[in-house]
């Protein structure tokens, strides 16, 4: 069983950068590939990253390639999304999710968080 508990959210400005963090409970967590996704009013949830379980591999949606930047903390069971040049379209909650051997965005994900708001501005 992983608990995910994301935190960073906020309000910022176009143009500006935030960092998110997903603390995971469990002695497993470095078995799991770590996402990130989006979820924006009156839209689908999408991707927008992931990591596997040793760093090695990422993967990103194109629309935040050269933008956003996944890492991970296995020490620390933590995984961060690192959001620069913020756009309005960036505005969404953001979920993490753990996934067991996840190669692909497709999943599948075993475990998500509650989600937490990041609100971009013009």
């Known amino acids: 069983q992983v608990q995910l508990v994301e935190s960073g959210g906020g309000l910022v400005q176009a143009g500006g950068s935030l960092r998110l963090s997903c603390a995971a409970s469990?002695?497993?967590?470095?078995?799991?590939?770590m996402g990130w996704f989006r979820q924006a009013p009156g839209k689908e949830r999408e991707f927008v990253a992931l990591?596997?379980?040793?760093?090695?591999?990422?993967d990103y949606a194109d629309s935040v390639k050269g933008r956003f930047t996944i890492s991970r903390d296995n020490a620390k069971n933590t995984v961060y999304l690192q959001m620069s040049s913020l756009k309005v379209e960036d505005t969404a909650v953001y979920y993490c999710a753990a996934g067991y051997r996840v190669a692909a965005p497709s999943g599948p994900w075993n475990y998500w968080g509650q989600g937490t708001q990041v609100t971009v501005s013009s």
């Open positions: 990591i596997s379980w040793s760093g090695e591999l990422t």
């Open positions: 469990g002695r497993t967590f470095s078995t799991y590939t």
